[in-house]
């Protein structure tokens, strides 16, 4: 946390222009006390949606789906006595650059940089490499044993068609759920189950799978592989509600995911224009900056 004398502190070392992006609801406060400390100094970008008050702020960035509750649909499941609590209450105005989906430091130079670093480890596996990354379930896309029993015998049936599978869990998923996955894959040949212990391999997977396989709760494990261009398949969406549901909505208009079924052939991928919102919003920030008569030195 920053107390107010930090703030002065930033003030009193500034020698000129300074832009400040702040990240997640535990920095809104910190970042529009500097702006109202020093207003004409600074820039400051605030990215996810603070909620209210969007003058705090000279730019914020916030996915599609933080809106859904003033879509349509998002208006039909809100009861009406709720909906004026229910934010953000207004439309996206000039303040506010949207996105498909999280922000990520997976665009392609660090995902070059990942395929040398990781070229030993990936090069000589058999191709294609499907990769499947497991979350846990979250109040808007719940599941358990019942999603890793589908997703086990979706992967028998698709095992086949790969080279190589390379399985990796979050800290969010539960034992229940990785303990299935374990007791089916963990002593099977094409299979490799990463148990944490190890580098985490994460960027490797990015840069040197061939398609994916995503859980339905991760908005940014699924929008970094959408930005990698290549297949990404889906398990669990149909157990998303709210804005999860309109997030992969989205994502399968945009061709960029289908659901796993267990009938794909690995080997036969597709295309679709990657995921680019990161470079996107400093697009829009670098332009931001230059109708202030600002410019950012590399």
């Given at each position: 946390?920053?107390?107010?004398?930090?703030?002065?502190?930033?003030?009193?070392?500034?020698?000129?222009?300074?832009?400040?992006?702040?990240?997640?609801?535990?920095?809104?406060?910190?970042?529009?006390?500097?702006?109202?400390?020093?207003?004409?100094?600074?820039f400051v970008v605030q990215?996810?949606?603070?909620?209210?008050?969007?003058?705090?702020?000279?730019?914020?960035?916030?996915?599609?789906?933080?809106?859904?509750?003033?879509?349509?649909?998002?208006?039909?499941?809100?009861?009406?006595?709720?909906?004026?609590?229910?934010?953000?209450?207004?439309?996206?105005?000039?303040?506010?650059v949207l996105t498909v989906?999280?922000?990520?430091?997976?665009?392609?130079?660090?995902?070059?940089?990942?395929?040398?670093?990781?070229?030993?480890?990936?090069?000589?596996?058999?191709?294609?490499?499907?990769?499947?990354?497991?979350?846990?379930?979250?109040?808007?896309?719940?599941?358990?044993?019942?999603?890793?029993?589908?997703?086990?015998?979706?992967?028998?049936?698709?095992?086949?068609?790969?080279?190589?599978?390379?399985?990796?869990?979050?800290?969010?998923?539960?034992?229940?759920?990785?303990?299935?996955?374990?007791?089916?894959?963990?002593?099977?040949?094409?299979?490799?189950?990463?148990?944490?212990?190890?580098?985490?391999?994460?960027?490797?997977?990015?840069?040197?799978?061939?398609?994916?396989?995503?859980?339905?709760?991760?908005?940014?494990?699924?929008?970094?592989?959408?930005?990698?261009?290549?297949?990404?398949?889906?398990?669990?969406?149909?157990?998303?509600?709210?804005?999860?549901?309109?997030?992969?909505?989205?994502?399968?208009?945009?061709?960029?995911v289908r659901p796993f079924?267990?009938?794909?052939?690995?080997?036969?991928?597709?295309?679709?224009?990657?995921?680019?919102?990161?470079?996107?919003?400093?697009?829009?920030?670098?332009?931001?900056?230059?109708?202030?008569?600002?410019?950012?030195?590399?």
């Amino acid at each position: 946390m920053v107390l107010i004398p930090d703030y002065l502190e930033i003030i009193s070392i500034l020698n000129g222009p300074l832009l400040v992006v702040a990240s997640g609801r535990d920095t809104i406060s910190v970042a529009s006390s500097i702006k109202q400390l020093t207003p004409h100094n600074v820039f400051v970008v605030q990215i996810q949606h603070p909620r209210s008050r969007l003058d705090r702020f000279d730019l914020v960035i916030a996915p599609q789906h933080d809106y859904y509750p003033l879509m349509p649909e998002g208006k039909k499941q809100i009861p009406w006595f709720l909906q004026r609590w229910i934010t953000p209450c207004d439309p996206p105005d000039k303040h506010v650059v949207l996105t498909v989906g999280a922000l990520h430091e997976a665009d392609s130079a660090a995902l070059q940089v990942a395929a040398q670093v990781w070229h030993d480890e990936f090069a000589s596996l058999p191709k294609p490499l499907l990769v499947v990354n497991i979350g846990g379930p979250t109040n808007h896309c719940q599941y358990g044993t019942d999603l890793a029993r589908q997703l086990t015998a979706a992967l028998q049936d698709v095992l086949w068609s790969c080279g190589s599978v390379r399985i990796s869990f979050s800290r969010r998923t539960p034992r229940k759920v990785s303990d299935i996955l374990m007791k089916e894959f963990s002593n099977h040949p094409k299979v490799h189950i990463w148990d944490g212990t190890d580098p985490n391999p994460h960027m490797g997977h990015l840069a040197w799978a061939d398609a994916f396989v995503i859980t339905a709760d991760s908005i940014s494990m699924l929008s970094e592989a959408c930005s990698t261009g290549k297949p990404v398949y889906v398990i669990g969406s149909e157990q998303c509600t709210w804005k999860f549901a309109h997030f992969h909505k989205s994502l399968r208009e945009r061709g960029a995911v289908r659901p796993f079924t267990g009938k794909e052939d690995v080997s036969e991928g597709w295309s679709y224009p990657p995921l680019n919102d990161t470079a996107e919003a400093a697009s829009r920030v670098i332009e931001a900056l230059a109708d202030r008569g600002w410019i950012l030195l590399p």
